[in-house]
């Protein structure tokens, strides 16, 4: 069967529908971190990756930078608008990529809770069109979970955003699961989102320019969530829920492999790092996480993701502003599928994974 890719240059408005439409993965920048990102970019030993994205989106005359910057600080007329014209009912926030995740420890502890209250204030003046996620400062786990308490018990957020590796370093290292106690015991799910590639990976994927969004975000969080399923994780935190986006990254399309390969790796004992596991990697994505469509308004992808992850288990998201297409919400309406898993998809799914009340 030959399969039609969508047209992205379209820009026809969504109807009305019968649900509402929560965009799960949509970004947000406090202005005071880009002015710490701007002294971050002077040091000598400043991150490549953190500074050829982040220094490009501040600093490129483009109209698409430009547009973005804009509304990355917009919490309130600007996004609220751009929400209305996309139908889009609800967002819910995260500190844009890499949050604090190149800071230094201590200004990233303390930043992370500078943001939240942020985040917190600009959802007391917009309740019923946006939700969030915490930012936390993995340089420091203790915090971290000290942060996770916080956020859910007193800024009544009950998600975590956590942008991929923290300086080159995996959550799978046990010197970050105070991170994962927190966010298990609190019942908060922590969203896997891309970072930059780390140094010691962006050389031939930036040669090729397919480093960012386009290819390289996919392959380094993907990475980044096998890392910490083969590495026991949730073995040890049966209750830990996490969610990843751009259709999980590819990883259910992976899946039959993934358990193959997995397997014949832990019986060949090749290497140390690899031990058994209780169940197959893909039972781990199965029962632990969810999957946005961020970034991916292509129905065949969605339907098979459904169909693997389970219904409940898959929702939308836009990836506003970096994605910011307006005729992909159309696009995601018009899939065939019955009026119930279309609301779960867009709606109930969100409402229930992120404590949203209706
Ligand atoms: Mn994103």
Known sequence: MHMQLPDPASTRRPAAVPYKRIATEEAFAPPEMLDIYRRMFDAPDVDPGFKGLMGFYMSSPSDRAQHIMRCLTDLDALRLQHMDEAGIAMQVLALTSPGVQFMDTATAVSFARIANDFLADAIRRHPTRLAGMLAVAPQDPVAAAKEIERGVTQLGIHSVIINSHTQGEYLSDPKFWDIFAAAEANDAPIYLHPNSLPANMLQPFQEAGLDGAVYGFG?????????????????????????????????????????????????????????????????????????????????????????????????????????????????????ALSAEDKKRFFQTNAETLFKIKA
Request: proline share 5%; net charge neutral.
């Open 219 to 335: 392959v380094e969080t993907g990475l980044h969530a096998l890392r910490i399923i083969t590495a026991g994780v949730f073995d040890r935190f049966p209750k830990l829920r996490m969610v990843i986006g751009h259709m999980g990254e590819a990883l259910p399309f992976w899946a039959y492999r993934l358990d193959y390969m997995h397997r014949a790796t832990v019986k060949s004992q090749r290497y140390a790092s690899v031990k058994p596991i209780r169940m197959q990697p893909s039972d781990y994505l199965k029962q632990h996480f969810y999957v946005t469509n961020s970034g991916v308004a292509w129905e065949p992808a969605v339907k098979f993701t459904q169909d693997f992850m389970g219904m409940d288990r898959v929702l939308y998201a836009m990836d506003y502003p970096y994605q910011h297409a307006v005729d992909e919400v159309g696009m995601m309406d018009n899939m």
